[in-house]
């Protein structure tokens, strides 16, 4: 009878140990996954703000044409003014 409750206690015993082991990779796995997948969310961030800044400078490459285009508009309107006196 002794046998038979060490040959359980055995079989529970590895069960342990097998769901330790499970559980140590698992947290693991997903500690080396979710350090990973937040190295590429600094890398999607960082090209998102390249992207801003790139856009940002086109804006005010537009917004310097604009401005030079309605002061040449405004210009060319005074000279009108001017000759028709």
Do not use: P
């Amino acid at each position: 009878m002794n046998s038979a409750r060490t040959a359980t206690d055995t079989r529970y015993r590895i069960l342990v140990y097998l769901l330790t082991a499970v559980l140590v990779l698992s947290t693991g796995l997903n500690f080396y996954l979710l350090r990973g997948s937040t190295a590429a969310g600094e890398q999607e961030e960082s090209a998102d703000a390249e992207e801003l800044a790139a856009v940002e400078s086109e804006l005010v490459r537009a917004r310097r044409q604009l401005a030079r285009c309605q002061s040449m508009a405004s210009a060319s309107d005074t000279l009108a003014l001017h000759a028709s006196e």
